[in-house]
């Protein structure tokens, strides 16, 4: 079966513009993660969706943002881009019915943005 | 969220077993151990998951400390695509959905 789906791979933008991400879950997964992966940072939580609503949001300011889909395909915003922006931004996706730890997430392989 | 402490990096050789450790003293009750890992230039895998008994799958074996403070990966013959960044997580049973990634360990396999 598909995994998780991210687009596009590879993003160049410049300082200013904003940006969106988009991302396919497994089918039938209705929890889905976006994290951000920098060199300096590792791995950081930006927010997570489960049926259309923000269940939980990182430590990020309010130029990222996001959305799920009645599908369960969600997209995650940045407005107004910094340098510090360009990172592996990923994506991931819970078969998890409700809040619970017993399940694990499949994750995509990230959208490489790159801001100049 | 609770810490857990593993190696920066351990190195093994084709074919041979693997442990890679993690500490987790302050461990609360209805905390999950979560292992996942990263390739080069992938996004991570899950790998396995437990609460309190070993739990075994087709990737590897988890094997859980008594009083849970600690929790051991086995990889049971290592292969050279099983070279990652292996990162040891708790998860709170009834909360938060987020996985909060430490540093991880950087396995190197040699051949």
């Known amino acids: 079966k598909a995994g998780v789906t991210q687009t596009p791979r590879y993003l160049i933008k410049t300082r200013g513009q904003q940006v969106t991400l988009s991302c396919s879950p497994i089918?039938?997964?209705?929890?889905v993660s976006w994290y951000q992966q920098t060199p300096g940072q590792g791995l950081q939580f930006l927010f997570e969706?489960?049926?259309?609503?923000?269940?939980n949001k990182g430590n990020f300011p309010g130029r990222f943002s996001g959305r799920q889909f009645s599908n369960s395909r969600s997209e995650m915003n940045v407005s107004t881009l910094e340098l510090g922006d360009s990172a592996l931004y990923l994506c991931a996706s819970s078969l998890a019915p409700e809040q619970t730890a017993n399940y694990g997430y499949t994750f995509g392989s990230g959208t490489r943005l790159t801001v100049v | 969220d609770a810490k857990t402490t593993q190696p920066n990096s351990m190195e093994s050789n084709e074919e041979e077993p693997v442990h890679l450790p993690c500490n987790h003293s302050t461990i609360s009750g209805t905390d999950y151990i979560h292992w996942y890992r990263q390739l080069p230039s992938q996004g991570p895998e899950y790998v396995i998951h437990?609460?309190?008994s070993n739990v075994n799958n087709r990737m590897a074996s988890l094997a859980i400390a008594e009083d849970r403070k600690s929790s051991t990966l086995i990889l049971h013959r290592a292969t050279l695509r099983d070279a990652a960044v292996y990162y040891c997580?708790?998860?709170?049973?009834?909360?938060?959905?987020?996985?909060?990634f430490g540093k991880g360990t950087k396995l190197t396999v040699n051949p």
């Open positions: 997580i708790l998860r709170d049973g009834g909360g938060s959905e987020k996985l909060v």
């Open positions: 969706y489960f049926s259309e609503t923000q269940r």
């Open positions: 089918s039938g997964h209705r929890s």
């Open positions: 437990g609460l309190t």
